[in-house]
């Protein structure tokens, strides 16, 4: 069993910064792959950004140059952890956020609480 616990989120003024974050624990000494998505008001879900357990990135492009995923490197951990960095947020960056660490080997997929950032003057 996984479990996450996500934190970051809340209200961010247009043109800041803002960093979300999601901590695995339990039965995590398998390989992960680790992504972050968003879900508008009114639309479906979408893929913003993936690390491998190798540490490789890819971005959406609509994020790419203003959002950083990152992940913990201390490989002893008890606990593993992905970020998200987010900055020059615009109000079209408001969505709920969510984190997703996907078991490479099975395809086993765990999902964070999914936490509402806000972009708003």
């Known amino acids: 069993q996984v479990e996450i616990v996500s934190s970051g989120g809340g209200l961010v003024q247009p043109g800041q910064s803002m960093r979300l974050s999601c901590e695995a624990s339990?039965?995590?000494?398998?390989?992960?792959?680790m992504g972050w998505y968003r879900q508008a008001p009114g639309a479906e879900r979408e893929w913003l950004a993936t690390?491998?357990?190798?540490?490789?990135?890819?971005?959406?492009?609509i994020v790419k140059g203003r959002f950083t995923i990152s992940r913990d490197t201390t490989s002893d951990s008890a606990k593993k952890s992905v970020y998200l960095q987010m900055g020059s947020l615009t109000p079209t960056d408001t969505a709920v956020y969510s984190c997703?660490?996907?078991?490479?080997?099975?395809?086993?997929?765990?999902w964070g609480q999914g936490m509402q950032v806000t972009v708003s003057s």
């Open positions: 997703k660490f996907r078991v490479i080997s099975t395809g086993d997929e765990y």
């Open positions: 690390i491998t357990p190798n540490g490789v990135a890819t971005y959406r492009n």
């Open positions: 339990g039965d995590i000494y398998r390989y992960f792959a």
